[in-house]
């Protein structure tokens, strides 16, 4: 059995081993302590926001960022169809209604026409503003969304954004940062993320007294007595200070990760971008996406082989690829929620595939990947 070469492996840099000894040296093994407050402060200082909140998932970011936003039962918030299912989980923790936008071609990502749409028709069918609370935009495989209409949308309509940034950690729009241009971001920090703590995330913007209310949701919404008291319902969702102690150690090498991973884009691009059918990301002018994953869609019609053929043929030699999400509409338990759109999300699914991508790929290994896609490609 040939070795794996995974999809997105964890790439430690080497000083996350010093904060994590620092912790057991000073028995800041229970959650919270020094290195929960100094990844914070790194987070703050790379993303130029004035607050942050590490957690123990991005999952729960995402759900305490929406009770930041008074989501409640009965609401109503537009979620990004084609992304992972935990953009859409939280709205339904709360008893709120996803409504599911499709993609558009130029970034793959929520579709601004396609949303406004569902806005009008929700407003015509008597949903009252108030109702419509938010909107979740993902930077897709690190690739900014559209964000400079969907701001556009969110000012028009008075519906706050909250980005989900959980694959975009380094990517920017016009030299801002994803995930620093709605009320809230959300970040992920899982193991095959560009940096990772193992698993966590945090939530992350500027206004500093709601990121501190958060905190104190997610250490259980205990008051400030002697005793146990509750006068909110709170969530375990904080950040444990050794596991903290990694993504100290992993923010020292987040730019070498963006670089990397925009190099091994390159490698693929450079050696297929000519081959018809098949079709890269694109990267829209103003955008830098740090390419955590490289994508790309294969058109059967041009090729005469299909995206399942090349990824099964990857894994026949022990290499993972991926298809893209499987847009949320489509899942079974998301299938009767309403979506808007032309199913550009579910053409995508169909062709596309996410190439391995990790920082850690060595010559090799990409040898052994193209001796692969080369049999279709070339």
Same mark, same amino acid.
């Given at each position: /059995?040939?070795? *794996? &070469?995974?999809?997105?492996?964890?790439?430690?840099?080497?000083?996350? $081993?010093?904060? +994590? %000894?620092? =912790?057991?040296?000073?028995?800041?093994?229970?959650?919270?302590?020094?290195?929960?407050?100094?990844?914070?402060?790194?987070?703050?200082?790379?993303?130029?926001?004035?607050?942050?909140?590490?957690?123990?998932?991005?999952?729960?970011?995402?759900?305490?960022?929406?009770?930041?936003?008074?989501?409640?039962?009965?609401?109503?918030?537009?979620?990004?169809?084609?992304?992972?299912?935990?953009?859409?989980?939280?709205?339904?923790?709360?008893?709120?209604?996803?409504?599911?936008?499709?993609?558009?071609?130029?970034?793959?990502?929520?579709?601004?026409?396609?949303?406004?749409?569902?806005?009008?028709?929700?407003?015509?069918?008597?949903?009252?503003?108030?109702?419509?609370?938010?909107?979740?935009?993902?930077?897709?495989?690190? /690739?900014?969304? *559209? &964000?400079?209409?969907?701001?556009?949308?969110?000012?028009?309509?008075? $519906?706050?954004? +909250? %980005?989900? =940034?959980?694959?975009?950690?380094?990517?920017?729009?016009?030299?801002?940062?994803?995930?620093?241009?709605?009320?809230?971001?959300?970040?992920?920090?899982?193991?095959?993320?560009?940096?990772?703590?193992?698993?966590?995330?945090?939530?992350?913007?500027?206004?500093?007294?709601?990121?501190?209310?958060?905190?104190?949701?997610?250490?259980?919404?205990?008051?400030?007595?002697?005793?146990?008291?509750?006068?909110?319902?709170?969530?375990?969702?904080?950040?444990?200070?050794?596991?903290?102690?990694?993504?100290?150690?992993?923010?020292?090498?987040?730019?070498?990760?963006?670089?990397?991973?925009?190099?091994?884009?390159?490698?693929?691009?450079?050696?297929?971008?000519?081959?018809?059918?098949?079709?890269?990301?694109?990267?829209?002018?103003?955008?830098?996406?740090?390419?955590?994953?490289?994508?790309?869609?294969?058109?059967?019609?041009?090729?005469?082989?299909?995206?399942?053929?090349?990824?099964?043929?990857?894994?026949?030699?022990?290499?993972?690829?991926?298809?893209?999400?499987?847009?949320?509409?489509?899942?079974?338990?998301?299938?009767?929620?309403?979506?808007?759109?032309?199913?550009?999300?579910?053409?995508?699914?169909?062709?596309?595939?996410?190439?391995?991508?990790?920082?850690?790929?060595?010559?090799?290994?990409?040898?052994?990947?193209?001796?692969?896609?080369?049999?279709?490609?070339?």
């Amino acid at each position: /059995m040939k070795s *794996k &070469i995974w999809l997105s492996s964890p790439h430690m840099g080497g000083e996350e $081993i010093k904060y +994590i %000894e620092e =912790a057991f040296r000073e028995n800041w093994i229970a959650p919270l302590g020094p290195n929960v407050n100094g990844f914070e402060e790194d987070l703050k200082s790379f993303l130029n926001v004035n607050a942050a909140a590490a957690l123990s998932s991005g999952t729960g970011a995402l759900h305490l960022g929406l009770v930041q936003l008074g989501v409640s039962a009965g609401d109503y918030v537009f979620c990004q169809t084609m992304t992972f299912s935990a953009s859409a989980n939280p709205i339904k923790y709360l008893g709120a209604h996803p409504v599911f936008i499709d993609s558009e071609e130029e970034t793959w990502n929520i579709c601004p026409i396609a949303l406004e749409t569902a806005i009008l028709d929700l407003l015509n069918k008597g949903i009252t503003k108030e109702k419509l609370k938010a909107i979740i935009p993902v930077h897709l495989y690190g /690739m900014p969304a *559209k &964000i400079k209409e969907l701001i556009a949308l969110s000012v028009k309509y008075g $519906i706050p954004i +909250i %980005e989900d =940034a959980a694959e975009a950690i380094g990517s920017t729009f016009n030299g801002k940062k994803c995930g620093t241009f709605g009320e809230f971001g959300v970040l992920s920090f899982n193991g095959n993320k560009l940096i990772t703590t193992s698993g966590g995330g945090a939530l992350v913007g500027n206004d500093v007294e709601r990121i501190n209310h958060t905190r104190f949701l997610a250490t259980q919404a205990k008051d400030n007595a002697p005793h146990y008291e509750h006068s909110h319902i709170g969530y375990n969702y904080r950040m444990s200070n050794v596991v903290a102690g990694i993504g100290r150690g992993q923010m020292k090498v987040l730019e070498d990760r963006v670089r990397q991973r925009r190099e091994n884009f390159n490698n693929y691009y450079r050696r297929y971008k000519d081959v018809k059918g098949v079709v890269f990301q694109p990267e829209k002018y103003g955008s830098f996406s740090n390419r955590w994953l490289t994508c790309l869609t294969i058109d059967p019609k041009i090729t005469g082989y299909m995206r399942e053929d090349v990824r099964l043929a990857l894994d026949s030699e022990n290499i993972e690829s991926r298809p893209l999400w499987k847009p949320m509409h489509l899942q079974p338990i998301f299938q009767n929620e309403l979506y808007y759109g032309e199913n550009v999300s579910v053409k995508l699914f169909e062709n596309g595939l996410c190439l391995p991508s990790g920082s850690n790929l060595t010559n090799e290994d990409f040898e052994r990947v193209f001796s692969i896609l080369d049999k279709f490609f070339i």
